[in-house]
């Protein structure tokens, strides 16, 4: 493939690694570890990887012991920035154990383990992707990875394979499974381990132990670039509201992040929405004020951020949103019998009280979008509700309501936006390149440790990567239980954005400020080469969560 | 205001300069031009700024000498990446000629001339522009400078701030009105000069003496950028057909160097389109061709570029809008009577059958917007169209034909996005920081030498900085008579995309290979601190049209 002159220069680039990880290993051990809550159910589902302590890995005199295995690598899930440079720094360890240690990638996610598509990974494929964006070294999917005909299935290649350690690179479901998997195959006494590795751009799978996942702070770093663009835009023409959607359905650290980064005039937070238990209209009368405020001062323009899970966190609408998908779910045949033009008022005389008055509330696109735009369970596809118009069109009604009353004399213009597949494959930054190297290299040493059931954990990410921190940590001490699909199921805590924590508090000892007066700041885009205040600064998120 | 890191290193880059303007300079004068084009009726109208020679600045040994002069500038138009880079080199090379020059900028665009709104630019605020994006030091406005009345208004001003010479930075129709306000004071005696500066991100203002407009550099820069990230996504997760939307409504210029640094697997070229008298279904056929073909060999993604302006190139649409705008104008009560449910029938009913026809195979939501989102003066608001959009779902229905006939046999889902504010107010590359600044510099020098009419010229581009050529040419060489508005007016003739040229030919040559194999090249971001060849490149456009 033909390379851009960025592309290769970066290949040379060496990642760096923690002191730790440099030359021997080995492992320091902490005292058992418990689940973060339901310790009775959690210790029961798993008795071969419940307890298990945290580790460290520290510098070692001893040569190394050449242990010879075989190990597998499966990318999962949504793309991240670094993705490449796990499995680079796996091979890396690997090789540095044994130079006869092989490792092989399952092609397009999880399936590739059930369906037995592999490659063997070698030199020449490994230093093609060195420090590069993207999963397509060996693709990603979507598979889950849960049941025992899965796990049985995909056994069969491992045995043929001679692989004794499976590598699994994805979110907080994807290391569920990844548990899941270990807890088996030690049931079983497979003899295959089973290793995870914390991605995802969303910034959501995090605890006192993982500091953050690798991918979010590349990600927020491209999207603050376009964002600070266009703020800057913005702020020369001063003629346009810009509504810009930011990927990030379950969480809202990438707006918050970005937010910090950019200094917009808003920035709506889904986790602050839902804990006041905000309405639609309220949400849009915020942003109304905010609005007519800046046209009193004679500024008709101005950047709001949301995230793109915000309709799913406003209760009245989570509301709806069930009352729909069930009685759409149970009325298909009757709805698809009336025409177009008689849908609206048929769903509004067919709703509770509540939830009618909501959808009579909504712009008549959007209200198409919640009836008609259905998955094949008859669910809404929230994700393609075009939030950013939903919120400009009903900010642009309120004001002209306004308008007749006197409370605002401004110019309302909009230009809407959405950034997500910009930032998921974009080449990692110098942090992520570093971080991603050092936690498939750490799996490695995990490995090599005969450990099974643990998270690759780098930690002291705020200090230069010399000082981080390598270990592992037992997933099931992540875990609690949830009721998934009406059942009772042990799952990773997702992290939310914490109302209490430090970067949401930064954020809203700000706002008022940055919603009265321009207070934009310009990131401009990552850079490689330059400066380390430039090039190797963690997210703002990460700096204020350590300090 | 807060500075990012980057914002903080990058103010300390020295732009580099053409070796002839570091010290003084003396002119070289060429023979004397003439317009491109309706030479007769440009000379005519331009008796006081038609036949200058074109001239160059080479090294002098003489001593400066000290020409006093107060100098205005002007943004006009739409934000491109540099401008704040243009004022700098201005300010400094007037200060350079002699510290008590003083430079004034016009607030807010050609409005602030005959608005008297103006600030005068110190050190201080200069320092604090110097290198960033952004038109926001003085801001931009689209108010045309034509009439007599607002030529003599500006005047009151310019003699009160005893400003001999007047700077307007701006696009082909910027400078064409530059050329008329230096016509009209020249022929008034008013005693002030005025040189214009080729501005614009759309690279149309380009011809055998301006070999780019800048801004169109970084702009390119950026939006291959996210274009690269989109593709190395849309290879990771082999499931979606990305259709990107690209800025420039009049040429295709962005689109074309966009696909020469990306190598997507479709760039759409409306200058293309429009010579081969394309229909809207021979676009959609050939999309639908690539899809199908390429989901035949298993690869149900891609990516399709597509400039903004298309709709207004396909000759069938055209006429479509033209009979659209025509009839709605005249009809407009009894097009208000009628309900929204029956309109599009009554506007098939009442078009010519050709256009009826086209009119009737528009997807409902395009065609709702071809009929009601209308500009103040009755006309179609073309840029309001998503025509990424338009595409995709004709396409998608395309293909659900192909299917029924046994033709096609894939999967088809989309993702849009429109790049556009994302580009325009970037910091600018450090070719266009190079750039800009000697634009400025150089209409300094064209200042002392007391010119007015001139374009500032830089030329010898793909030479390092240090080799460029700095001149000036007379702007009624670039002319030809045009009809706008009904009336033939002198313009400068806008640069299309020549199907005859290196960049086309180079891109023609190669797109078949990238429709079939994924040959998808990720630029990265823009680099200000690393090796040249990833910092310094040109565009490959320029660097294909002076090969």
């Known amino acids: 493939m033909k390379k851009s002159a960025l592309q290769t220069a970066r290949a040379a680039y060496q990642p760096k690694l923690p002191k730790a990880l440099k030359g021997s290993v080995k492992v320091n051990e902490g005292a058992p570890t418990q689940s973060v809550a339901d310790q009775e159910a959690i210790a029961k589902l798993f008795p071969n990887t419940y307890a298990m302590p945290s580790i460290t890995f520290v510098e070692s005199n001893d040569s190394d012991n050449a242990i010879a295995i075989n190990a597998g690598v499966i990318l999962s899930g949504g793309q991240a920035p670094g993705g490449h440079n796990v499995i680079a720094g796996l091979y890396d360890g690997l090789k540095k154990m044994n130079p006869s240690n092989k490792l092989y990638g399952f092609l397009l996610g999880p399936g590739g383990l059930v369906d037995h598509n592999y490659i063997e990974l070698t030199d020449e494929i490994i230093d093609e992707y060195r420090n590069t964006g993207g999963f397509d070294i060996i693709g990603s999917g979507r598979t889950k990875l849960e049941t025992k005909e899965q796990f049985d299935k995909g056994l069969e290649i491992l045995k043929e394979l001679k692989i004794g350690a499976l590598v699994i690179i994805g979110g907080d479901d994807s290391n569920t499974n990844a548990c899941v998997l270990a807890e088996y195959y030690a049931q079983i006494k497979a003899g295959v381990q089973v290793i995870g590795c914390p991605k995802t751009i969303d910034g959501?799978?995090?605890?006192?132990?993982?500091?953050?996942?690798?991918?979010?702070d590349t990600a927020?770093?491209?999207?603050?670039?376009?964002?600070?663009?266009?703020?800057?835009?913005?702020?020369?023409?001063?003629?346009?509201?810009?509504?810009?959607?930011?990927?990030?359905?379950s969480a809202s650290h990438i707006a918050l992040e970005c937010a910090l980064q950019t200094q917009p005039n808003m920035c709506i937070i889904s986790e602050e929405v839902e804990a006041k238990n905000m309405t639609l209209d309220e949400v849009i009368e915020q942003i109304a004020q905010v609005v007519a405020?800046?046209?009193a001062n004679g500024d008709n323009y101005g950047t709001v951020?949301?995230?793109?899970?915000?309709?799913?966190?406003?209760?009245?609408?989570?509301?709806?949103?069930?009352?729909?998908n069930d009685f759409l779910a149970h009325n298909a045949s009757e709805f698809s019998m009336i025409k177009k033009s008689a849908q609206r008022e048929y769903i509004i005389n067919h709703l509770s009280e509540a939830n009618a008055a909501v959808y009579a509330s909504l712009p008549e696109g959007v209200a198409r979008q919640l009836s008609l735009d259905r998955d094949p369970h008859g669910n809404v596809q929230v994700s393609l509700i075009e939030t950013e118009k939903l919120l400009g069109e009903m900010v642009g009604r309120r004001l002209a309501e306004m308008k007749k009353d006197g409370k605002y004399n401004g110019k309302f213009a909009t230009q809407y936006h959405f950034f997500g597949y910009e930032g998921r494959c974009a080449a990692p930054s110098n942090f992520?390149?570093?971080?991603?190297?050092?936690l498939g290299f750490n799996a490695a040493m995990l490995i090599g440790a005969g450990k099974t059931g643990y998270m690759s954990a780098i930690e002291n990410l705020t200090a230069p990567a010399e000082q981080?921190?390598?270990?592992?940590?037992?997933?099931?001490?992540?875990?609690n239980m949830e009721r998934r699909h009406g059942e009772m199921k042990p799952v990773i805590q997702k992290a939310l954005v914490k109302l209490d924590g430090a970067p949401f508090k930064a954020f809203a000892s700000m706002r008022d400020e940055w919603a009265k007066s321009t207070s934009y700041v310009y990131p401009g885009p990552i850079q490689y080469f330059g400066p380390t205040e430039v090039c190797d600064q963690p997210t703002i998120t990460l700096t204020l969560e350590k300090a």
Chains 1, 2 share one sequence.
């Open 432 to 438: 992520d390149a570093d971080y991603c190297y050092a």
């Open 468 to 479: 981080w921190i390598a270990g592992g940590i037992p997933i099931t001490m992540m875990m």
């Open 293 to 295: 405020m800046r046209a």
């Open 220 to 249: 927020c770093k491209v999207y603050s670039e376009v964002i600070g663009n266009i703020e800057r835009d913005c702020n020369s023409a001063k003629k346009y509201w810009h509504f810009i959607k930011l990927m990030g359905r």
């Open 305 to 324: 951020l949301i995230p793109e899970g915000l309709i799913e966190f406003i209760p009245a609408m989570k509301n709806l949103i069930a009352e729909l």
């Open 204 to 216: 959501d799978l995090k605890n006192s132990e993982i500091a953050t996942s690798f991918g979010f």
